[in-house]
């Protein structure tokens, strides 16, 4: 069946360092690719999304490639801020009835210090 | 985007009541789905209620212990029965606008605590 893998964290940075969070696929076919982000106390934002190979993803300076090849999704920013700490998920969405069911990864929490 | 609100944000609860979780849209639409996050876990689907239909349960959960209603386009609730502390989660609904059948949106979550 379907999966997604994350990187284990959490993850400590600090302030304008660079961040990577892996994410790889198991999948028939070829997901639509999402990386949702929960501040704490928080539900879930929709950060980015590819929707086809080759796709990249950006927003709020973070960006994620589809890589068909290596079946990745991996999630950067060059440059990190406080506030960007909290819990990034990264999914896969198998096109199911008319729309995306999400398979999520198990997350990943980043801690960026001043 | 949509904006999704639910009641309540938290709760404590003791061991064999029950609780019925609101989800409001404030647009019209036909998927809505509620979630399980457990502590420091990922999303799990509990069920897709559909408008118009019977709530489509996945596998390991059930309808007895997580009845849905879904009685119009903006509104779905959920209610867990005869708590244990096991269900202790967040519980968060989504929905799928009919514009953009790719994406996802997350209501803010209700935190449950089981005593």
């Known amino acids: 069946g379907n999966s997604v893998t994350q990187m284990e964290g959490p993850v400590t940075l600090s302030e304008e360092a660079f961040l990577t969070i892996n994410c790889t696929y198991t999948a028939t076919g070829y997901p639509s690719l999402f990386w949702y982000v929960q501040y704490p106390g928080e539900g879930l934002q929709l950060l980015l999304k590819?929707?086809?190979?080759?796709d990249k993803g950006s927003n709020k300076g973070f960006e994620a490639t589809y890589r068909k090849e290596t079946t990745s999704f991996h999630l950067e920013k060059g440059s990190v801020q406080v506030s960007d700490s909290a819990v990034y998920f990264c999914?896969?969405?198998?096109?199911?009835?008319?729309?995306?069911?999400?398979?999520f990864g198990a997350g990943t929490r980043l801690a960026v210090h001043p | 985007s949509a904006v999704i609100s639910q009641k309540p944000s938290r709760d404590i609860c003791q061991r064999g009541t029950s609780l019925t979780i609101q989800c409001q849209v404030d647009s019209q639409v036909t998927m809505m789905f509620w979630y399980r996050q457990q502590p420091g876990q990922s999303l799990t689907l509990i069920a897709t209620a559909n408008q118009g239909s019977e709530a489509t349960y996945e596998s390991g959960f059930v309808i007895d212990k997580f009845p849905i209603s879904r009685p119009n386009l903006t509104f779905s609730t959920l209610t867990v029965s005869n708590m244990s502390p096991e269900d202790s989660s967040i519980y968060l609904c989504?929905?799928?606008?009919?514009?953009?059948?790719?994406?996802?949106?997350f209501g803010p979550g209700t935190r449950l605590t089981v005593l």
């Open positions: 999914a896969g969405g198998a096109l199911s009835g008319g729309y995306n069911k999400l398979i």
């Open positions: 989504s929905v799928v606008l009919p514009s953009s059948y790719n994406e996802q949106f």
């Open positions: 590819a929707t086809k190979a080759d």
